[in-house]
């Protein structure tokens, strides 16, 4: 019989895609990793569009490229608005970013329920003790340090895990985050979210026909994702004095927003409403712009949903969800395996968070004054993060979720890994006088390969590291292989 407590290194909470990350990246570094998911998979989640960071940097890491390509996601090359002064929808695309390679230069506009079930299966597949329908009831605490979870199991049995950290990953409905702080609502994003799907929503000419396109209109704005040839998610987000229109019912209230929008008017002329399934119904989203006034206390860290999130405008939710599980387990592993000490990993976390963060909602906060032409936007996102590149191309590098994450170096490049896997290929070939016997050297090989690739990785981005600078006076920076933290000193001197 299954003992009723049991022990990991890491407890995660949450299989969203900041949950997913987090645990896949910790059961990477060999870690006991419980994932606990209330839900059963696959699941509804809003939160379709996503960022070129996302896909080439994490997705890269987690080794789900491959799996990407196959799910058949529509690309998305970037952005078209009806925004500002200009009457006339504007475009943006990633390929114009001095920050990212042409290869990296799209995201994917995704069905949440697919991708994030591809995100929760890779975590299992490597390692990570996945448990759907398990629901977490209560942090457990020890001398004010967290130390396990009391959950409900999918039979409706009460339990408990010990762990050396908890990771809150639960979004933004779950109550995890007031052990850690309070949430602080903002007093400038205060609008609501009616949302719904549609078939046969025109598209627009290629190359912009996977973009997102958002439409600012008198109440509000709108977005348009296509998530298929067909399949069209429409959400308009409004200012909180326009809730009253929901009392006609959201049916009434979401046709009247469309036929204030002359381009989604247009866009939707021939499709019709979806009605059934999980895409059968006009959903409300509303309090969803705040941040946690502390990100995380000695044993327990949030991310994702449940730390912050400000407004969906440039698609950036899965995006700072990810990025703070890779910073969260880089965090965890250099105290782990490094006895690190972890005021310094955990202030690291949190600073670097709070810088993508604010970027995002400083921009956004002057993206939402209409009364300017896109030009000004791009000047405001140069001064946001301080570049040297164009103003549109800082623009691009924000709005990507690349401006940081360029630090990071997490662009791993697959040419090289090919390159070693024919070199060492060559060892399997029974004409070239290998000392193996054909076909035994499989595991031997394939460990190889991947030691070889990470090495080369190191190697490649090793030497560009030696350039990189805390972010903070005495601050720390990531090491080669971007699993830990480093001394900014003791980095530069390895690299010598
Ligand atoms: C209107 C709107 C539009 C958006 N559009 C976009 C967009 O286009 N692009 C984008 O990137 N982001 C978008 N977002 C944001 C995006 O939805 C989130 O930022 C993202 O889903 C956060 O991921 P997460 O892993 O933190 O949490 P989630 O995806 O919410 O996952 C949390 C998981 O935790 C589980 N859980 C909850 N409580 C418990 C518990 N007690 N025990 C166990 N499990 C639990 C839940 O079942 C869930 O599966 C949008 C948000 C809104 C409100």
Not at 180 to 201: D, P
Request: charged share 25%; hydrophobic share 40%.
């Amino acid at each position: 019989m299954q003992s009723n407590t049991e022990n990991f290194d890491v407890v995660v909470i949450g299989g969203g895609p900041g949950g997913s990350t987090a645990a896949t990246l910790l059961a990477m570094q060999n870690y006991r990793v419980l994932l606990l998911e209330r839900d059963k998979f696959p699941r509804y989640q809003i939160g379709e569009s996503l960022l070129p960071s996302t896909i080439h940097g994490i997705c890269k890491i987690l080794g789900l490229s491959e799996e990407l390509k196959k799910a058949g996601f529509v690309r998305k090359l970037g952005g078209t608005f009806r925004w500002g002064t200009n009457p006339e929808p504007w475009t943006f695309a990633f390929s114009t970013a001095s920050t990212i390679s042409e290869s990296s230069s799209y995201a994917y506009q995704v069905e949440r329920s697919k991708f994030d079930t591809l995100l929760l299966m890779n975590a299992a597949n490597n390692g990570v003790d996945v448990r759907e329908q398990h629901s977490v009831k209560e942090v457990q605490f020890d001398n004010g340090r967290a130390c396990g979870v009391e959950f409900v199991d999918a039979d409706g049995n009460a339990r408990q895990a010990n762990a050396k950290y908890i990771v809150d990953a639960s979004g933004n409905q779950s109550q995890v985050y007031k052990k850690v702080g309070e949430r602080v609502y903002s007093k400038f994003f205060q609008n609501l979210a009616l949302f719904g799907y549609y078939e046969n929503g025109e598209r627009f000419p290629p190359p912009r026909d996977g973009n997102i396109f958002c439409a600012a209109f008198n109440e509000g704005w709108f977005w348009y994702i296509p998530l298929s040839a067909t399949l069209t998610s429409v959400g308009a987000v409004v200012a909180k004095e326009y809730a009253e229109r929901l009392k006609l019912g959201h049916e009434e209230a979401m046709s009247q927003f469309i036929a204030s929008c002359p381009e989604i008017s247009r866009l939707l002329s021939k499709a019709h409403r979806v009605t059934e399934g999980i895409y059968g119904q006009l959903r409300i989203r509303k309090d969803y712009s705040y941040t946690n006034d502390r990100f995380w206390i000695p044993g327990l860290v949030l991310i994702g949903d449940a730390a912050c999130f400000i407004d969906p405008v440039f698609s950036s939710g899965v995006h700072l969800a990810t990025y703070a599980a890779l910073l969260a387990a880089r965090s965890i592993n250099s105290v782990l395996a490094d006895g690190m000490d972890e005021n310094r990993c955990f202030e690291e976390f949190e600073k670097r968070y709070r810088r993508e963060f604010r970027n995002f909602y400083e921009f956004l906060s002057a993206f939402y004054d209409m009364h300017h032409h896109e030009d000004s936007y791009f000047w405001k996102a140069r001064k946001v993060l301080n570049s040297q590149e164009t103003a549109q191309q800082a623009f691009v590098s924000l709005v990507a979720g690349v401006s940081n994450l360029q630090d990071e170096h997490l662009f791993v490049e697959p040419a090289r890994i090919e390159k070693i896997k024919q070199e060492l290929g060559k060892l399997d070939d029974p004409n070239a006088g290998s000392p193996y016997q054909f076909g035994e050297k499989k595991a031997f090989l394939d460990a190889l390969v991947e030691e070889a690739a990470q090495i080369q990785t190191q190697a490649s981005v090793g030497s560009r590291r030696a350039s990189e600078e805390p972010i903070f006076e005495g601050g720390l920076i990531p090491s080669a292989d971007g699993f830990r933290w480093r001394e900014a000193t003791a980095s530069l001197a390895a690299t010598k």
